[in-house]
């Protein structure tokens, strides 16, 4: 199986200011086919998680543009240019690129 | 706007079955182009992947649990289902369903129901 690590796990942010989270994977994440299958979700307090960025750096429909996704291969960042207070809640990466999809452990994210 | 929604007991016995059922809305579960997905979170806990169904048939499941789970589909009833044999209390979890992009660019999970808790315990 892929193993997933991120970090930090727990990251108070102020609102107005940047975050960053890192994922990394066991195995590479880049397919054959030139696209890396790793997306970020977030899953707000007592919601289901959402999609936020798709094959490493594309945002999903919806998303604010002050979400980002960058990285290649292993190492992988998610970044939030200016938190705002909806922007609370546990951000997990995941792998598709083959079986079991394995899921980080999640960094909560947290308004100071 | 697809949408998911799961059923089933909120408790099970310890050794028995937990059956699980998502009924999808939306837009048709025969359509091709996506998985069908099964997927749980532990209380407090990250998210672990179950397994998939496509609309033909296919099956692809977790190997630390596929010798407990099928998961089925009903293409007549917009539905597919999950079935965990021999539970224990370590399977106490919250069970979502969800749509798995099958494409080589849409390789993403899109729509998840609400989820349902699901408890083992006597």
């Known amino acids: 199986d892929i193993v997933m690590t991120q970090s930090p796990l727990f990251l108070p942010v102020t609102p107005g200011e940047p975050a960053s989270i890192s994922c990394r994977s066991s195995q590479s994440l880049l397919h054959a086919n030139g696209y890396n299958y790793l997306d970020w979700y977030l899953q707000k307090p007592g919601q289901s998680p959402q999609l936020l960025i798709y094959?490493?750096?594309n945002r999903a429909s919806g998303v604010p543009d002050r979400f980002s996704g960058s990285g290649s291969g292993t190492d992988f960042t998610l970044k939030i240019s200016r938190v705002e207070a909806e922007d609370v809640g546990v951000y997990y990466c995941?792998?598709?690129?083959?079986?079991?999809?394995?899921f980080g452990p999640g960094t909560k994210l947290e308004i100071k | 706007q697809v949408q998911l929604q799961e059923s089933g007991p909120g408790l099970v016995n310890p050794s028995q079955t937990l059956s699980l059922t998502c009924t999808v809305s939306?837009?048709?579960?025969?359509?091709?182009?996506?998985?069908w997905s099964w997927i749980r979170q532990h209380p407090g806990k990250g998210l672990e992947w179950i397994g998939n169904?496509?609309?033909?048939?296919?099956?692809y499941y977790n190997p630390s649990l596929k010798s407990r789970v099928t998961i089925s589909i009903d293409t007549s009833k917009n539905q597919f289902s999950l079935k965990l044999t021999y539970v224990t209390a370590a399977d106490t979890a919250m069970y979502f369903c969800a749509r798995l992009g099958e494409g080589p660019k849409s390789s993403s999970i899109d729509f998840w129901g609400q989820g349902t808790l699901v408890a083992v315990s006597s």
């Open positions: 169904i496509y609309f033909g048939g296919s099956t």
């Open positions: 939306g837009g048709s579960i025969s359509n091709g182009g996506y998985y």
């Open positions: 995941m792998q598709s690129v083959q079986t079991p999809l394995t």
């Open positions: 094959l490493a750096s």
